[in-house]
């Protein structure tokens, strides 16, 4: 069996969640990347080396130069001639253009799979993570999406797949991209970080939050994360949501900042191996799922806390 993993990255480098992509593809069978873009041929030549890794397609073509689902999918379709199965990072790329290229093979998409059971047999969160759901497919190809916190990275080094060329339609002509308005950090990247301190409406504004939380998460060199009452209220931008509507992380450490735990944020990082609870409200739904819970005024503990560090 065949498997055709789409290579998330920013033009430079291999993005961690196609890491992930590839542990699960890797239980399909034997594993060859899709890497499209303009000028990818470094991301190409690192996505060769990547553990587990059979063949690297290459789409160097201005037409793919932003991942314009519209321009992808045609170029994903016509490659499926050759494989059994399409398997992309549950990201936002990935949740794009899935969906069409399910569409054009006149397929059913298995979306966010948390295990492969066997060839055709996957499981799946439903009801925003609260129960599991195993999905059999009598599909002829299959088109998957993966919740990369359920799946171990394969190793970036230790391969060495050889890189094939190809083309598809290019530019189909339907969207154009227009500009892209990207958030700058120093600190790790929300879903591949190990420690993230995450603040909720409880921080009250803007101010407080970046006077309360970013200290913080520079002491223990975490990122930033925010519940959607935070972001919805505008303390912070749309990438810093974590949950079901945001971003899945599952880190080290998670720390829980005046954030109450509602059923969809609890959605986006509750793998988490460790989470610590700020919060005072004692009866806070997120205390369920805390290893570690401070019942207290986040406003006084949360300096201390950044203090002692």
């Known amino acids: 069996m065949k498997t055709l993993v789409w290579v998330e990255h920013d033009g430079e480098t291999v993005k961690d969640a196609t890491l992930a992509a590839v542990t699960a593809a890797g239980k399909l069978g034997e594993v060859h990347l899709l890497v499209a873009g303009a000028g990818v041929g470094g991301v190409a030549q690192a996505a060769a080396k990547i553990a587990g890794v059979g063949k690297v397609h290459v789409a160097d073509d201005a037409a793919y130069g932003h991942a314009l689902a519209e321009n992808v999918a045609p170029l994903v379709a016509a490659l499926m001639a050759e494989h059994d199965a399409f398997v992309a990072p549950a990201t936002t790329n990935g949740k794009n253009i899935a969906p069409r290229v399910a569409a054009l093979l006149d397929v059913m998409q298995i979306s966010e799979i948390l295990s492969v059971e066997d060839a055709k047999t996957f499981t ?18 299959l088109v998957l999406t993966v919740r990369t916190t359920a799946f171990e990275k394969a190793a970036a080094e230790g391969g060495s797949a050889g890189v094939e ?67 919805d209220a505008g303390y912070v931008p749309n990438d810093y949501q974590v949950g079901q509507t945001g971003k899945i992380v599952a880190p080290e450490v998670y720390v829980a900042v005046g954030i109450s735990g509602a059923i969809q944020h609890l959605a986006g990082m509750k793998d988490s191996k460790t989470i610590i609870a700020i919060n005072k409200d004692e009866d806070a739904p997120i205390f369920q799922v805390a290893d570690i819970g401070l019942v207290g005024d986040l406003f006084k503990l949360v300096p201390e806390l950044t203090e002692k560090l």
């Not at 969160?125 to 497919?137: Q, R």
């Not at 189909?172 to 301190?197: D, F, N």
């Not at 939050?209 to 970013?214: G, K, P, S």
Request: glycine fraction near 10%.
């Open 124 to 141: 799946r969160p439903i009801y925003a993570g609260n129960a599991i759901a195993t999905v059999t497919t009598s599909d002829a190809k």
């Open 165 to 231: 060329p190809v083309s598809g339609a290019g530019d189909q002509g339907l969207s154009t991209h227009v500009s892209s308005e990207l958030a700058k950090s120093a600190r790790p990247e929300l879903t591949s970080a190990k420690i993230i301190v995450s603040g909720g409406r409880a921080l009250q504004n803007s101010e407080n939050f970046h006077t309360l939380i970013e200290p913080l998460a520079d002491k223990l060199g975490a990122a930033v994360g925010a519940s959607r009452a935070a972001v």
